[in-house]
């Protein structure tokens, strides 16, 4: 496994990245700030096929929907690593922050559209918010919610990671309903959350 930090904008955005990895063992692969994401995500690749890495999980910046620059950035991403290995990205993430509000359903909408998101990961549930809005995302796109994060804290393994990742891959791959899919989604979701190996 290798992690690709390709938010190259964000002031800060790589070295919060190297204090996760570290924490996980975890290596990463990073460039200057400013770097072109899609540059650092063509490295990332490389590195991970030359490591003969099964899994790159490529941290993207966040963006403003109603931002074509950003939007077409990530359209750029998404054909890299497409043009690198055969159906990549298999797996696209929105990261929901619990707090968001009406307007995060817009924004999972053009996301869909220009990145082609396959799940929800819900963060921030260790405050007051409740998350509601990844609710109405999930219903309405019929995403499924992937992960919901409690906190700062690593409560996994790395080889717990892997063996969801394992079980989901093999599960989608011999599952012919996007409703099965969707139950593997929410079980793994749970397995890794209640710390199943």
């Not at 975890?26 to 994401?37: E, W």
């Not at 690593?81 to 696209?92: C, F, Q, Y």
């Not at 260790?126 to 906190?151: F, N, Q, S």
């Amino acid at each position: 496994m290798l992690i690709c930090a390709a938010d190259t904008f964000r002031a800060a955005a790589s070295d919060q990245l190297a204090i996760w990895a570290e924490r996980t063992g975890v290596p990463l692969i990073q460039q200057k700030q400013g770097t072109d994401p899609a540059a650092v995500l063509f490295d990332s690749m490389k590195a991970a096929k030359a490591r003969g890495s099964d899994v790159l999980i490529v941290d993207t910046a966040g963006r403003l929907h109603n931002k074509a620059n950003l939007m077409a950035e990530l359209e750029k991403m998404k054909r890299v690593a497409g043009r690198e290995v055969e159906g990549a990205p298999h797996e696209t993430l929105l990261v929901v922050d619990a707090v968001t509000g009406q307007n995060g359903l817009e924004q999972a909408r053009q996301f869909l559209k220009v990145a082609g998101v396959t799940g929800i990961v819900l963060t921030k549930l260790d405050g007051t918010a409740k998350g509601g809005i990844a609710v109405a995302i999930a219903k309405e796109l019929g995403l499924p919610i992937r992960y919901a994060g409690i906190g700062e804290k690593v409560n996994f393994s790395l080889s717990s990671l892997l063996n969801l990742l394992k079980l989901k891959r093999q599960t989608e791959a011999t599952s012919d309903q996007v409703s099965s899919t969707r139950s593997v989604g929410m079980s793994l979701a749970q397995r890794f959350n209640a710390g199943i190996r």
